[in-house]
């Protein structure tokens, strides 16, 4: 089954591009010949963007993990400033 569009097309039979898009996959849209976009099921696009891995397991895994590196804010008051009306 072909599953490349011209734009065109998809256009006029976007709910007919949408159900092949959720029974059979993936879909192409060409413009000109070229191929510009993929449309794909909502669950696969969330698969996809997904982060691999959480945020804490990221630090984790980070280089400076254990080098303790210390970070400390300046805790001195925000510079004055005058606003004229």
């Known amino acids: 089954m072909n599953n490349n569009w011209q734009l065109q097309t998809a256009k006029s ?7 092949r898009t959720l029974h059979h996959g993936a879909q192409v849209v060409t413009r000109h010949g070229k191929k510009v976009v993929v449309i794909v099921p909502f669950e696969e696009y969330e698969q996809l963007t997904r982060p691999k891995e959480s945020l804490t ?4 895994a980070s280089p400076l993990a254990g080098s303790e590196l210390s970070i400390d804010r300046d805790k001195s008051m925000p510079r ?3 606003i004229e009306p």
């Open 80 to 82: 004055k400033i005058e």
């Open 13 to 19: 039979k976007f709910s007919e591009l949408v159900e």
């Open 57 to 60: 397991q990221f630090l984790i």
